[in-house]
């Protein structure tokens, strides 16, 4: 089965800097990554998605990457504020089903 | 996501009853999962239903069971084999046309043992 593997576990950066958080994954065929996050106390909420057929995928301040030959993807925040601050997850299909493996999640912490 | 309605928020459990945590949604969605998490461990999942009347055991299913008669709900018992229940439910629901569908959560229930 899937296993997804997410580093760092926390990651603390200064208002403005950027963020990246990697997840790898096993499956090879494997075929949707997305990337959630969760603010403190409240229901995780897709923020961006990417499939294999393509590299990287942006969404404002907001990019993901995939290698697939590497079996990993990066979610990359730029310009980083304070709101940004929550639990970022990855995730990939579980058994080739409409079920989500998640990574551990990783903190994310914004200071200004 | 105000489709799915997980209930209640906090419950609690004694020792050696089963529980069981509501979630509906009214987004038409053919599929469901039930998702636990706890502190560091990331989101796990314990089971999930592509269709109604069928459903299939996740990762860490030991100690809870699923049912699904209707496409709207799909209720999870906790049950008194499951010695660790203490976490935060997560439900979620997506479209169930292959894979790769966004799934949407509920606003979870935190169980804890009295």
């Known amino acids: 089965g899937e296993n997804v593997e997410q580093h760092p576990s926390t990651l603390s950066v200064q208002e403005g800097d950027s963020a990246v958080i990697k997840c790898t994954y096993s499956?090879?065929?494997?075929?949707?990554f997305p990337w959630y996050k969760q603010e403190l106390g409240k229901r995780p909420q897709l923020i961006i998605d990417i499939r294999s057929n393509v590299g990287e995928k942006k969404d404002q301040r907001i990019a993901v990457t995939l290698n697939k030959t590497a079996k990993h993807f990066s979610l990359h925040i730029t310009e980083t504020q304070p709101e940004d601050s929550a639990v970022y997850f990855c995730?990939?299909?579980?058994?080739?089903?409409?079920?989500?493996?998640f990574g551990k999640g990783t903190t994310l912490s914004v200071s200004s | 996501d105000g489709g799915i309605t997980q209930s209640p928020k906090y419950l609690f459990r004694k020792e050696g009853q089963n529980v069981t945590l509501s979630c509906e949604q009214n987004l038409n969605h053919d599929a469901m999962y039930w998702y636990r998490q706890d502190p560091g461990q990331g989101l796990r999942l314990i089971y999930y239903?592509?269709?109604?009347?069928?459903?299939q055991k996740g990762d860490i299913a030991e100690g809870y069971s699923v049912s699904r008669e209707k496409k709207e709900s799909f209720p999870l018992t906790v049950t008194s084999a499951q010695k660790n229940p203490t976490a935060f439910y997560l439900c979620?629901?997506?479209?169930?046309?292959?894979?790769?569908?966004?799934?949407?959560f509920g606003d979870g229930t935190r169980l804890s043992i009295l």
């Open positions: 995730a990939a299909p579980h058994q080739a089903g409409t079920a989500l493996i």
């Open positions: 239903s592509q269709i109604v009347n069928d459903f």
């Open positions: 499956d090879s065929a494997s075929n949707y």
């Open positions: 979620a629901s997506s479209i169930a046309q292959g894979a790769g569908q966004p799934q949407h």
